[in-house]
């Protein structure tokens, strides 16, 4: 269980790293949707359940410092408003 959480930490902070929102809010909902849908996953698949975690939290790492060598300008839902 711990292990389970710690990846799942690992995965949240990971995903917080692109640059871009729309990366950063698809990873962010993809890895809550795939922790949520398998916790109540038997015994039996949780050692393979975690080994393919980590697989894609290494994915998520390498997508994460790719997208970061490129700068974008930021969304208009994150740019903050211009008064006046």
């Known amino acids: 269980m711990s292990a389970a959480l710690g990846l799942y930490r690992q995965t949240l902070k990971a995903a917080t790293a692109f640059g871009d929102y729309n990366f950063r ?6 890895a809550r949707d795939d922790f949520r849908a398998n916790c109540g996953a038997a015994p039996e698949a949780t050692a393979e359940l975690l080994a393919a975690g980590s697989a894609q939290l290494g994915k998520l790492r390498r997508m ?13 839902i994150e740019a903050p408003p211009k008064l006046g």
Do not use: K, Q
């Not at 809010?25 to 993809?30: P, S």
């Not at 994460?64 to 208009?76: D, W």
């Open 64 to 76: 994460a410092t790719v997208n970061g060598m490129y700068s974008t300008e930021s969304s208009v």
């Open 25 to 30: 809010a698809y990873a962010l909902r993809r």
